[in-house]
């Protein structure tokens, strides 16, 4: 087990639940979406180690370098911003193809969010598998229940936003949370929307590219029509 200082960035998909609660032809098809998604959201933060996916969630961390935690900051919402189009490029891959399944049209009501922290943590090592442990692994994932209320947003810890305030561009909004287990803590949250100057307007698929999709999620999505692969949502946690 190894220990060290480390970024902590969870990407959150919004309304995944209620998504995911479709039958078993949609369901399939809602599977095979959600993962391009977060495949596109993750290759658009080459700078981060995908430590784990937990269900609607990606879970990425990077050493903290000699920069200082200022230029961390301007780092993370960059990343943040790069995942957020990744995101609804994809999002609109999907919801544009030329299946009429909820799994597909209901795409569109997805949102992305993001809760960012740093802090110590160690490695640990099992079955060949990497897992982050410590007090600042659970604060990060605590953070992800809050009372923002947008649904697109990044939230940063107050040690993230007090080392890297004068690097923040546009207006952070302060909350106060109750982190089970480590108290009152505040937080301070900023509209991805604004960050990105306005989402700007994404291409159109030409028929070509809906028609590939469209292929691609009844093809990728029959193993769990058939049973021989089981949902993130149907996995046990652990």
């Keep these: 087990m190894e220990s060290g200082r480390a970024v902590l960035l969870i990407a959150d998909i919004g309304g995944y ?5 479709t039958h078993r032809f949609s369901l399939s098809h809602a599977e095979v979406n959600t993962a391009r998604m977060l495949d596109k959201m993750i290759d658009a933060a080459p700078g981060y180690e995908l430590i784990e996916i937990e269900g609607d969630a990606a879970f990425l961390s990077r050493k903290a370098d000699s920069r200082g935690d200022e230029a961390t900051v301007t780092e993370i919402l960059q990343a943040a911003v790069a995942m957020h189009r990744a995101f609804h490029l994809e999002r609109q891959n999907v919801a544009t193809n030329l299946c009429p399944c909820a799994g597909c049209k209901e795409a569109e009501n997805l949102k992305l969010k993001f809760v960012a922290h740093i802090g110590d943590v160690a490695t640990q090592t099992i079955q060949k598998r990497h897992k982050l ?19 697109e947003y990044v939230l940063l810890s107050e040690q993230l936003y007090s080392a890297g305030e004068a690097s923040i561009p546009g207006e952070a909004h302060e909350i106060s949370q109750e982190l089970e287990g480590i108290g009152t803590v505040r937080a301070y949250f900023l509209d991805i929307g604004e960050l990105d ?12 590219r809906r028609l590939g999709r469209t292929f691609a999620a009844a093809g990728l999505g029959l193993p769990y029509q058939l049973g021989l692969r089981r949902s993130r949502r149907e996995v046990p946690a652990r």
């Excluded at 639940?17 to 609660?21: E, L, N, P, Q, V």
């Excluded at 442990?133 to 649904?151: A, F, S």
């Design 17 to 21: 639940t209620d998504y995911m609660s």
């Design 133 to 151: 442990v410590g007090i600042d692994v659970i604060h990060v994932h605590r953070m992800l229940k809050n009372p923002v209320d947008i649904p």
């Design 197 to 208: 100057g306005g989402l700007p307007p994404l291409p159109g698929p030409s028929w070509h």
